[in-house]
């Protein structure tokens, strides 16, 4: 029996002036209310980047550079797997279109909201990577 291939999803460290941008899931109801990096599915035939890409423009509704990848691959449940790059908005003023809302969160403020689980250690090296400069 063949293996179950990973769906991977895409996630983008938006960074800018020292900040990180967070959203707040509107949903599904079990993740509401949790804070993750923008981004999702990665659809048949799409590139990462491109999905990337196509998230940020269909929840934030800007155009983003993709930079460095952050860390390598991070375990989601049921199958998904998160990869996840720093960006910057390069055209546009993020919205929280698919988001109940968006917050910038400057070095001292990253842990001031209850990131989902998954996403709290590439916080982490988020942190370390501002820290680099």
Excluded at 68 to 86: E, I, K, P, Q
Excluded at 102 to 129: F, N, Q
């Amino acid at each position: 029996m063949a293996e179950q291939a990973e769906q991977i999803v895409v996630g983008a460290a938006i960074v800018a002036g020292g900040r990180l941008l967070a959203a707040q899931r509107a949903e599904p109801p079990a993740l509401y209310g949790g804070w993750e990096f923008p981004g999702g599915k990665v659809n048949p035939g799409e590139s990462e980047v491109a999905a990337l890409i196509r998230e940020c423009d269909e929840e934030l509704g800007v155009l983003i550079k993709v930079g460095a990848r952050v860390g390598g691959d991070w375990a989601l449940a049921d199958g998904y797997l998160l990869r996840v790059w720093l960006a910057e908005v390069v055209a546009g003023v993020p919205e929280p279109k698919e988001h109940l809302e968006l917050r910038w969160l400057a070095r001292s403020d990253l842990y001031t909201v209850p990131w989902l689980p998954a996403d709290l250690p590439i916080v982490h090296a988020v942190e370390k990577l501002l820290d680099e400069g």
